[in-house]
């Protein structure tokens, strides 16, 4: 999405204090599981962006998602129509079955830009790191946000 036209389009159909919330989760594994995503990412889908190594740090991409989210928030400044953004920042958890992780997965970004026989040699391997596991993970989550309300003007 364009930083500046996409929150234009989206005070056009705002009303005014209606709030634009620009969004994204960073996701951190716990090691064995993020090794087994890695592996299976490196080996199906080497130019994946997942198939960095756990060691690369989940804190990197926080912080990369946090550069974007600065830019969102400028986008919004230069859009004109919008209140002062605010950058919102939540850590949390979730808890996931095998079944559970493997569902989520297919509705990734990176997970749908493979082919079929990728995608599923992909989800049998991770599945498999996930039985070796347990047959579960809690994953932690950090959202980082951008949001703004719509100015009575806009």
Not at 29 to 40: D, G, K, L, N
Not at 72 to 88: H, L, V, Y
């Amino acid at each position: 999405m364009d930083p500046v036209a996409g929150p234009a389009k989206a005070a056009q159909v705002l009303r005014p204090s209606g709030r634009l919330a620009v969004f994204g989760h960073v996701f951190a594994p716990p090691p064995p599981v993020a090794e087994a995503f890695a592996a299976a990412y490196r080996h199906a889908a080497p130019d994946s962006p997942l198939n960095h190594r756990p060691s690369d740090s989940a804190q990197s991409a926080v912080d990369v998602y946090r550069a974007m989210f600065a830019k969102a928030a400028d986008g919004i400044r230069q859009a004109g129509r919008f209140n002062e953004p605010e950058q919102w920042h939540f850590d949390w958890e979730q808890p996931y079955t095998r079944d559970e992780w493997l569902d989520l997965e297919t509705t990734t970004g990176a997970l749908t830009q493979l082919p079929p026989d990728k995608i599923a040699e992909v989800l049998a391997r991770v599945g498999d790191a996930i039985d070796k596991i347990g047959g579960g993970f809690t994953m932690r989550y950090t959202t980082l946000a951008a949001t703004a309300a719509r100015t009575a003007a806009g």
